[in-house]
């Protein structure tokens, strides 16, 4: 069976793998069989060690397991294993070479760790081009490739695909006459002028990309590539966990659109970076990112324990935040809570009358054809009284209406005045407004990724 979808997906999470100790490095000429690499790992590491480890992680060390027991996946050498995080450049990179039985390479780049460091790297696609793992990708991909011959493909899941699409868009043009795919898996995009450059549009038609119906990380930036939308068994987040696509055979199992919620972030984070501005981009994540130094947050566990009193004490306690700093930020939070409960009431509300409509609307048709919607009454006075007698009715109605906007916008004016007179210059002012929004935003995060 030749090379395909499902094959590429599984050497993306097999890239998440730590093979330290096991693989040799860039420079090393030995290779590893996959069965010789999931046996040393397992007597390296212990049952312990690897329940701690993040889902994705956990994950991809038993998918090594299962391969290394399957003829398909077993007989293949791995080579060339990096892993290299610099924090002072803000850089995290880690890629794996594959020799496949069939005689070609699979460059396989891993996506986001659980450091800091890689969340930060990771949003710093938003406003740098290139950042540190990209050139890196693109240095390792050429050495690695050059010293084989033959076919060269090149995957990557979450930001490893987004490595992947660079590496293979960027590099020389005797290496990219040997590379038959390049498969990215929900994968962050790019800036707008790289998904139109020459090398990129040369490249598109062995790009392919995949992402779940409800999809986010696939949704930031531009893409530019025939997407398929895979069906997944988790909800919300968590599908951007491979092991939760469906697969049939040899290929996965599509839908035809992505759902409502993926389409509504993707569209929500566009306004708030549209809102900001990517001048002011870097100072936001700057300043979000020196809070988590200061409250000694260095990784995803110590970020998702961290509660709000630890937020309280924190704040109060930074002090390498600029005035123009914290304005900036407060504005980009009060902005992220406004806008997402009222977008996303706009968006369920909207979604909820196109279903009513499609239901009411052939009945409404057939009942005033049959002349049913009339009643007895208005079937006895005549046409006229009822008119003018509809429009009484719809003007109370109207001055109704205006009164009652009329009392709202006096005490909408009233609290905006109050509010003006204690602006949130403080420092205290401020962690009061961002423990508000810590609470909201968990609220609204919860009503949106519900089952």
């Known amino acids: 069976m030749p090379f395909n979808e499902v094959d590429g997906l599984i050497f993306s999470q ?9 693989v040799g490095g860039a420079d090393a000429q030995f290779q590893t069989l996959l069965d010789d690499a999931a046996r040393q790992y397992f007597a390296l590491h212990p049952a ?18 299962l391969c290394a027991d399957t003829r398909r996946y077993g ?7 990096v892993n290299n995080v610099n924090i002072k450049i803000d850089k995290q990179f880690s890629a794996v070479g594959f020799h496949l039985n069939d005689g070609s390479l699979l460059v396989a780049f891993r996506g986001t760790d659980t450091s800091i460091t890689g969340v930060k790297e990771s949003a710093m696609l938003s406003y740098m081009f290139p950042v540190p793992a990209q050139i890196e990708a693109l240095y390792y991909f050429q050495e690695t490739a050059s010293l084989t011959e033959g076919d060269v493909r090149v995957c990557g899941h979450s930001k490893g695909g987004n490595l992947a699409v660079f590496a293979a868009v960027s590099c020389s043009n005797s290496l990219k006459k040997r590379i038959r795919g390049v498969y990215e898996y929900d994968a962050p995009g790019f800036p707008e002028p790289m998904v139109h450059r020459y090398d990129y549009l040369e490249m598109r038609d062995r790009l392919f990309s995949y992402v779940p119906e409800r999809s986010v990380i696939g949704c930031l930036l531009e893409h530019n590539a025939d997407t398929k939308i895979v069906q997944s068994e988790n909800e919300g987040l968590k599908q951007h966990q491979a092991a939760s ?34 001048e002011n981009m870097e100072t936001v994540f700057e300043t979000l990112f020196t809070f988590f130094e200061s409250a000694g947050i260095t990784d995803y566990e110590a970020l998702r324990s961290f509660d709000a009193g630890d937020l309280l004490r924190t704040l109060y306690s930074v002090t390498d935040i600029t005035e123009d700093q914290r304005h900036l930020l407060e504005h980009t939070l009060k902005l992220a809570v406004s806008d997402l409960s009222r977008l996303l009431y706009k968006e369920k509300i909207e979604s909820y009358i196109k279903r009513l409509d499609a239901v ?28 003018k007698k509809r429009k009484r009715e719809k003007s109370q109605n109207r001055k109704k209406k205006r009164r009652k906007n009329q009392s709202r916008r006096k005490k909408s004016r009233k609290s905006r005045q109050i509010n003006r007179k204690k602006p949130l210059t403080s420092v205290g002012g401020f962690c009061i407004f961002l423990i508000r929004f810590v609470f909201g935003f968990q609220i609204l995060v919860i009503i949106l990724f519900k089952k």
């Open 245 to 278: 696509w469906v697969v049939e055979d040899d290929r996965f199992c599509y839908v035809p659109s992505r759902d409502e919620a993926s389409l509504f972030i993707e569209k929500y984070i566009k306004m708030v970076m549209d809102d900001v501005g990517p």
């Open 14 to 22: 097999l890239a998440y793998v730590d093979y330290a100790g096991i």
């Open 360 to 387: 009411i609307a052939p009945e409404e048709a057939s009942r005033t054809k049959s002349g049913l919607r009339r009643t007895s009454r208005e079937k006895k006075e005549p046409a006229d009284k009822v008119k």
């Open 75 to 81: 007989n293949t050498r791995l080579s060339a294993y």
């Open 48 to 65: 312990e060690e690897i329940d701690n480890e993040i889902g994705i992680v956990q994950k991809a060390i038993y998918l090594l397991q």
